[in-house]
């Protein structure tokens, strides 16, 4: 007996053009997909409070995965450093609006957008080298942001800033972060299709090969960490609306490493994969509060275990499973 | 004067820190984000041994010394070595690897372990007393410190040229493939430099930690100063890890003599930022440097 497996046509003919011949087919592929975003939608009612609130931060570190996964799956830039992203964002959201009272509906675009275009132009530098100096300056400044608030006494200093304007009630909350999630996580899979990712994936391959083409590479890598990087500030602006209160936790290394341990258990380069990493990792995460430093090491013992002994990850995993049949036959 | 003396004090810190990740980096293209973790875990073990299980001074260095390189063994083998090539995938378990140390030293309650949390825990500098050098004053352990980094290097500089394993190192660090096709085992000698680079983070941190406490916080900042001084130096050049260690160095004392001890991390973004801009490879950073470009 051996055991055979097939890919089912359906894969086949959706790999590039699509080309679907029934209902049935459609609703093969519409399902998965479905069940992703029917299931957030709804989850949120079946919650308490707390479990919305648990769902929120989940889905902070999920947009914190997906830009990760972008970058190092389709870009081939290691960003060790996602709490720049939400620090940045979180510190821009929150002093607009304690300085002069701007309501959250101006902070949190304002400071997406700001926050982005902060941290890609400190990233730049680095931009025009291969290899782990990305990752190096990456891991560095939001350490950097720490010492430096804490040595100037700036931006309220240790303390931070509290009393800052919350949204107005849990739905609101939910409802305006849930969405967005599943908008960049559909839009950054269209977009790794398009020819904006096709340059993306190659300068990952073969950047000589991208450059003799006469593509600035310089200027695509810009914009991917730019658009990592706006994914990753609205997470942070919404993140100090969320609590009310900004502080130099915001710089703090659960946001860097819990998103790149939901990419490994996700499958690194399949982006939804990462999404529903960070939305399991969250939850055990919270459950572990109380234990204070043992959730870190939980995620790194995760992390090491995903990336050593399943480097694929469960969604691509999963995904086999889903696109082939399996039956035993007789040898 | 002060500042001279300071300055090159604070440069032999520099120099030893960086030394063992500029080794590692070199020769297996590892960057090893656990250098930092190495060196707060030698300086908690060498603690309890003193300490807790009333161990000899000299022997307690050597404990956990031998302890720091067979942990740089363990992680190559059992992690890194499923990962060679994969640069994202290195770079994160390393990561990840470091964090598990750092965080687990500060771990409460789990079978009794209290965590090396607080102002603790100190280590006793190897001489007590000062001396005058050029009419400043200069405690013995800061002596000591700039005549190890001497030591150090020049045993290193010995190591890699004139012995058979030390060559094998430079060769790796050259051209893999040639070196391989002379008969050199690149999984073994990769090994081996995490190994020395593990204890050299180790021997670091028995140095320098006599001048203040240990504590976990202290494993990202060590491996930050580490990064900086081979990012400013070049990644992979000896010569340039010594001479960004006296860039940055002299460049902290300078601006905490004359803004304050404040501006240390902001002169330190910025001389990074600096060189990044305008020679992106670092000082030396020559010899990959159109690896390495863009």
Known sequence: MRKKRLDRGVRARTEGIYALTSWSEMGYLIFPRGVLIVGLLVLPIFLDLYGQRVLCAACIYALLALGFDFLAGYVGVVCLG????????????????????????????????????FSTLILIPC????GIYFAIISFMFPLFAVYIIIALNIFGGTEGISALDTLPNSWVELYLIIPILLIALFALRRLVNEDMGLILRGIKDNDQAVKASGIDITLYRTKAVFTAALIGCFGGAYLSHLYGWLGISLFAMDFSILPIAATAMGGMGTLAGPVLGALILTPLSEALRGFGQLRVVLYCLILIGFLVYKPEGFLSYLQRKYEQSEHWEEV | MEIIIYGTVNSAIFALIAVGFTLVYGVSRVPNFAHGSVYVLVGFLTWTLLNDLKVNYAAAVIIALTIAGLLGLVIYRFVLIRLRGMATSEIIASFAVSLIILEGLRMQ???????????????????????????????????????????VLSLLWGFTHYTRIGLSLRAIAQDERAAMMLGINSDRTAMLSLTIGSALAGLAAVIILP?????????????????????????????????????????????????????ESVVLVGTIILILLFRPSGLLGKQKELEERV
């Open chain 1, 127 to 130: 931009l025009r080298l291969r």
């Open chain 2, 211 to 263: 001048l203040g406490n240990v504590t976990a916080e202290a494993g990202y900042r060590v491996l930050i100063y580490a990064l900086a001084v081979c990012i400013i130096g070049g990644l992979g050049s000896w010569a340039g890890a010594v001479l960004a260690s006296f860039v940055i160095g002299f460049a902290m004392k300078l601006s905490t003599f004359f803004f304050g001890a404040m501006w």
């Open chain 2, 109 to 151: 309650g789990i079978g009794g372990f209290k965590g090396f949390i607080g102002p603790f825990y100190m280590l006793r500098p190897f001489v007590e007393g000062k001396s005058t050098v050029f009419g400043v004053i200069v405690d013995y352990q800061r002596l000591i410190i700039i005549a190890m980094g001497l030591i």
């Open chain 1, 82 to 117: 996602g709490s720049l992203f939400i620090g940045s964002g979180g510190y821009i959201a929150g002093l607009l609006n304690s300085h002069f009272g701007w309501p959250a509906l101006v902070t949190i675009p304002l400071a997406t957008v700001g926050g982005a275009l």
